[in-house]
């Protein structure tokens, strides 16, 4: 059970920061340590837990993924005593099994971005242990309200983040595929550290939106393709989000103590 004060932070991907989630909510602008973070923080309640959403990429997705300000999100996050985050994200699929529209729930990252803050640490040097970057329990619940919702989902799974915001080549897509990867997007790294280094347990609620361009017969994936998927899956997510955090009961964890 919780020995600590529980509250979620929700970092929404694309059309996926919606404020009528919440009860009795209200916006706060904030500034960090970092600057100000992509957008203001949207606070209150869903059932009886309290809960802050951001947009990753600012109202309207107006910020592209390498200046989205990471470090201020997650500060941000912290600073308004979040104990634990859930990162909605759209990916493109490496794995013929994954299919458009499947979630994913991510347990492992490799980061293929170059010009990212990858640390809160500018003074001095902390290694980071992120072995299992992930928090195991979020997604083990994440499974379970995906199973009661009967949603095709998979339970784990590793993304490879690039840089943006242009898409893979198809050769850089079947590299990913040859080195493991099951899905890509923009956006996981450099969140996922920062929220390990900060002391909160974050998992990815990835939903696939297209094949990226590794699969012969299929459109290479659009900017319309992503919008048009993630429009007519965001009710399952909300769901998802929904049943997810009604089940979260745990405040102490290991990813606060790496």
């Known amino acids: 059970m919780a020995k600590g004060k529980i509250k979620i932070g929700i970092i929404g991907g694309s059309g996926l920061d919606d404020p009528k989630l919440l009860d009795d909510f209200e916006e706060i602008e904030v500034e960090t340590r970092f600057g100000q973070p992509s957008s203001k923080l949207t606070s209150g309640k869903l059932g009886e837990t309290e809960v802050v959403i ?16 990471f470090r201020a999100n997650i500060w941000a996050l912290k600073e308004a005593g979040c104990s634990h985050i ?11 099994e994954i299919k458009p529209g499947d979630f994913i ?57 690039i840089e943006g915001p242009r898409f893979s080549t198809k ?11 099951d899905a890509v997007n923009m ?25 990226d361009c590794w699969r012969e017969g299929e ?15 965001a009710d399952k997510v909300k769901k998802l989000l929904i049943k ?10 290991g990813c606060k103590n790496s």
């Open 244 to 253: 997810a955090i009604s089940k979260i009961d745990f405040y102490n964890c």
């Open 105 to 161: 729930f991510i347990d492992q990252f490799i980061d293929n971005t170059k010009h990212r803050a990858l640390t809160f640490f500018e003074e001095k040097v902390v290694h980071t242990s992120m072995a299992e970057p992930f928090c195991p329990k979020l997604r083990k619940l994440l499974i379970e309200a995906a199973g009661e919702l009967k949603l095709n989902y998979h339970s784990k799974g590793t993304m490879i983040t």
């Open 187 to 211: 956006s996981t790294v450099p969140e996922v550290i920062l929220a390990r280094e900060a002391g909160i347990c974050y998992q990815t609620i990835a939903m696939s939106t297209d094949y």
């Open 171 to 181: 050769a850089e897509s079947r590299l990913f595929r040859n080195w493991g990867a």
């Open 219 to 233: 459109e290479p994936v659009t900017w319309e393709i992503i919008t048009k998927r993630m429009e007519e899956n």
């Open 54 to 69: 951001i947009a990753r990429h600012g109202k309207g997705h107006s910020i592209m993924p390498t200046k989205v300000p």
């Open 86 to 96: 859930l990162a909605t994200t759209a990916c493109g699929s490496l794995r013929e």
